[in-house]
């Protein structure tokens, strides 16, 4: 037989896996209940913005686009880093801001190296 505490414990956990599961079900039966249901020709269609698509939606991009984007969500949530730097730093003011150029060097690093490779050329290289 297993001591009480052990069982109190057990069915804590049990009951937060009965919370979780209910609030992920729930949502997922109400909004199938609740839904509109369509048909018909327009529903297999492209909708971009109220826009009617010209040509087909399988056009090919150069990957320059995808390494561009990523570099930019790399660098904009490095950003976000720093609020949180300058807000936490501030006993050793030279240490701090020592920290934060040779951050902010790197990331300039990175730039560099990708404009170098030319990711922000927007004309393909013959």
Avoid: H, N
């Avoid at 056009?59 to 949530?77: E, G, K, P, R």
């Avoid at 701090?96 to 690093?109: K, M, R």
Wanted: proline share 3%.
């Amino acid at each position: 037989m297993l001591p009480k505490e052990l069982l109190t414990d057990f069915l804590a956990v049990a009951l937060f896996v009965a919370v979780g599961v209910v609030f992920a079900v729930v949502p997922l039966i109400i909004s199938s209940l609740v839904a509109r249901r369509s048909s018909g020709v327009t529903r297999d269609e492209t909708y971009e913005s109220g826009m009617e698509t010209i040509g087909s939606a399988w056009i090919q991009f150069t990957a320059a686009y995808y390494i561009y984007a990523l570099i930019f969500v790399a660098f904009d949530v490095d950003v976000l880093y720093l609020f949180p730097v300058a807000i936490a730093y501030g006993g050793y003011a030279i240490r701090d801001l020592v920290e934060v150029v040779v951050f902010v060097g790197i990331l300039s690093l990175a730039i560099v190296y990708a404009w170098c490779k030319g990711v922000f050329e927007w004309q393909p290289k013959k």
